[in-house]
């Protein structure tokens, strides 16, 4: 008899700066960090409270998918498995193993496939498989930006942040810049979906939108000496200003929950940089558990 459950996959993040330096080394597949470099990132989470939200939001989205299925009468237990940290995918599945689980959906908390991300998770799935000695079916959701009730849940999330962020007159004038996490810019050479589909996604949006003023960036590339995708957003900050633009508001499509690159990166960063600019720098609420997001999740996950 088979017995089928949903594994949800997450980045994953340290419970205090303390751990910072296992995290960032994992991150680095076992390079050698600087003292300065982990000091530098245990600044940024003590900026926003000592920790990342990032674990405790995707354990409540997966709550919440699992009520959502339940709803709709599929009975299946949802599982999380991190990338970088605890629950480490390998521990998850091998629960899962235990539980006599024997298909499974698994997808990434991140709605845009790319082989350098997305594809790295499929990685870490058929690796624990291996090492735990299961035999566990999966489907894996590659992408899933399309889905109706996520292009939804991005539109309202624009649209009343413009309302309760702007004056009626600012409104009218304010840059909408679409972001998303930057990789390498290689990928674009070796035929990788990313860029295309992040691009494609800020368009079907501004699209439902109507009449609205907006643009495309990336944001918290790493510095490892090669060129990343950009304009990076603090590029777009800069000329933004220059072109005499007052009011910026920033809707990161490619997250889909708070954690470090929005809370440091936008919402402290970014936002320093305007004011020293002169702009009016804003960004839309995080889907989180947004209802409609989550029924985004649960229709990508039964259409697999």
């Known amino acids: 008899m088979s017995k089928k459950a949903v594994l949800i996959l997450a980045y994953g993040s340290p419970e205090s700066v303390d751990g910072m330096e296992e995290y960032l080394l994992d991150i680095r597949g076992g390079r ?52 970088h940290w605890s629950p480490w995918i390998k521990d998850t599945i091998a629960q899962m193993h235990r539980d006599g689980v024997t298909e499974a959906v698994a997808i990434v908390m991140a709605p845009h496939y790319s082989k350098m991300s997305i594809g790295k998770y499929w990685d870490r799935v058929n690796q624990a498989q291996e090492a735990v000695g299961s035999n566990i079916k999966f489907k894996m959701v590659d992408s899933w930006y399309k889905q109706p009730k996520f292009l939804e849940a991005v539109e309202s999330h624009v649209q009343q942040a413009l309302a309760e962020k702007f004056s009626p007159a600012e409104r009218d004038k304010a840059k909408i810049v679409f972001s998303a996490h930057s990789l390498p810019a290689r990928l674009i050479k070796m035929g990788d979906p990313y860029d295309d589909e992040l691009k494609d996604n800020a368009c079907i949006v501004a699209d439902r939108l109507g009449d609205v003023d907006w643009m495309f960036s990336y944001q918290s590339a790493a510095e490892t000496g090669e060129p990343w995708l950009g304009p990076q957003i603090e590029e777009v900050v800069v000329d933004l200003a220059g072109q005499g633009y007052k009011q910026m508001l920033v809707a990161p499509i490619g997250f889909v929950c708070d954690h470090v690159e929005i809370l440091f990166d936008i919402d402290i960063e970014a936002r320093q940089l305007a004011e020293e600019h002169n702009l009016h720098l804003e960004r839309i609420e995080s889907m989180n558990t947004d209802p409609l997001f989550i029924g985004a999740v649960v229709d990508a996950i039964l259409e697999v």
């Open 32 to 83: 050698p960090v600087s003292g300065e470099f982990v000091q530098e990132f245990q600044h940024r989470y003590s900026l926003i409270g000592g920790k990342s939200p990032l674990t405790e939001l995707t354990f409540a989205q997966a709550n919440a998918v699992e009520a959502q299925l339940r709803e709709r009468g599929y009975d299946w237990p949802v599982y999380v498995g991190m990338r």
